[in-house]
């Protein structure tokens, strides 16, 4: 245990330059803090270096790496929009999403260039969503959460040739998204589903247009 708490002080006490050089460290345990450590202190210029740590063969190292880069991507340099972004999010925890929205609009009108703040505001209407994944992608064209959104956005609106590219796009930058590759494998049962139904009115016009004729039918007359 006194090993252990020596060996974190040590990894707070770091540079960013020694983070960083800590990455490419044979010792597993010693990559790990240096993900740590740039979560804390790195730069945007780091994260393409950690975008690489989630390629470690060490899956602790992956999954410190993530937090590393998701805290690096949370903060705008700005004190203000810091405070406001953490506000939204905790809003966001809370479940108070309209609140939320008006917080991180915020964020944008102040800092418009902040990638993040465009991101954390995909809890609205879904076209709108959308534009602001764009947004997001503009400004940080790495970002698999922004890419993981568009794929679950799609899936919801039934573009489900879209939803399999950009979940796709996702894993090839983050290919830990366990959530991700799960909804890769729901969407191509969508996809069998729909083309087996194209197969069918194709091959059966007519029969596919009475049934269509009677779901009509039942939907006119079911309760509202």
Not at 30 to 36: F, L, S
Not at 42 to 60: H, Q, S
Not at 99 to 105: G, L, P, S
Not at 169 to 192: C, H, K, M, S, T
């Amino acid at each position: 245990m006194l090993l252990l708490t020596g060996t974190t002080a040590q990894a707070q006490e770091l540079s960013r330059e020694q983070a960083v050089q800590l990455l490419s460290d044979t010792n597993a345990q010693t990559r790990r803090e240096g993900t740590v450590r740039l979560g804390e202190v790195g730069m945007m210029a780091d994260v393409t270096l950690l975008l690489r740590a989630l390629r470690d063969p060490d899956e602790d190292t992956r999954d410190r790496a993530e937090q590393a880069i998701w805290r690096i991507w949370g903060r705008s340099g700005n004190k203000e929009v810091d405070t406001l972004y953490q506000k939204g999010v905790e809003q966001m925890n809370a479940g108070d999403l309209k609140q939320a929205i008006v917080t991180f609009t915020r964020v944008i009108e102040i800092k418009p260039d902040f990638a993040e703040g465009w991101n954390k505001r995909l809890v609205g209407d879904l076209r709108k969503s959308l534009a602001d994944c764009d947004e997001v992608m503009k400004r940080n064209p790495d970002h698999f959460g922004a890419l993981a959104g568009y794929a679950q956005i799609y899936t919801r609106l039934e573009y489900y040739d879209r939803a399999l590219e950009y979940s796709r796009r996702a894993l090839q930058v983050n290919p830990n998204l366990d959530g991700v590759r799960r909804n890769i494998d729901l969407i191509e049962r969508l996809l069998e589903q729909r083309r087996q139904q194209i197969v069918i009115v194709r091959r059966f016009p007519e029969s596919a247009a009475k049934g269509l004729f009677a779901t009509i039918a039942l939907s006119s007359t079911a309760p509202v």
